[in-house]
């Protein structure tokens, strides 16, 4: 069956430092893979898009790099900052509808 | 623009009441989602709708019913509510789907508990 995984302990990391989130996937082949960022209370909110035959994508302090040989997408938030503290959610699309991984919660120390 | 809005905020029922949720979106979308979020489960689509007057079954439909009378608002009913329907409620809406323009935007949610 199709899987996503993402890491369900939380990232802790200093302020300053290059935060690296994971998301895993098998028995899938998405055409595209979305990030999402989610907040206490609140809805996600879309961050980026980057397609199948895209390797890396970046906006501002954010990139994101999708390995379909590995099956795997890496989100970077570099110079990270405590207002960077959130739950990221990584959503794949094979073909209509995204499939959304259960995130990963980020805690960045001042 | 007010985007995605959903009502109520927060709900509270008793079991086998019922309900209905609002969602609405002022940005012409094709396409809009309700969702549920558990802890530890993350969002599972529950029903979707691909343009006024259709709608299609997600990963988790049951015990729940939805319309799409209006372009611009999806509701989601619950005919006879259960403890196990206690969840947060999200709605979605997003331009397309399986292309570029797919970023969904969400509301803010529902609270909703079954006692």
């Known amino acids: ?110 | 623009n007010a985007g995605v809005t959903q009502t109520p905020k927060f709900r509270v029922l008793k079991t086998g009441q019922s309900m209905t949720l609002l969602c609405a979106q002022d940005m012409n979308h094709e396409y809009m989602y309700w969702y549920r979020q558990d802890p530890g489960m993350g969002l599972r689509l529950i029903h979707y709708s691909v343009g006024e007057g259709t709608t299609a079954k997600g990963e988790v439909p049951d015990g729940y019913n939805v319309s799409r009378l209006k372009k611009q608002n999806f509701l989601l009913g619950l005919e006879s509510a259960a403890p196990s329907q206690t969840s947060v409620y999200f709605c979605a809406s997003s331009y397309s789907a399986g292309g570029s323009y797919n970023e969904q935007f969400f509301g803010p949610g529902t609270r909703l508990t079954v006692l």
């Open chain 1, 1 to 110: 069956s199709q899987k996503i995984e993402q890491n369900s302990e939380a990232l802790n990391i200093q302020e300053g430092k290059t935060a690296t989130l994971t998301c895993n996937y098998t028995n899938y082949s998405p055409a595209y893979l979305q990030w999402y960022r989610q907040d206490p209370g609140r809805g996600p909110v879309f961050l980026l898009l980057i397609r199948e035959n895209e390797k890396e994508k970046r906006k501002e302090r954010l990139k994101v790099t999708f390995d379909t040989t590995l099956k795997q997408s890496l989100f970077h938030i570099t110079a990270s900052q405590p207002a960077d503290s959130a739950t990221y959610l990584c959503a794949l699309e094979g073909g209509y509808i995204p499939t959304f991984g259960r995130g990963t919660s980020l805690i960045v120390h001042p």
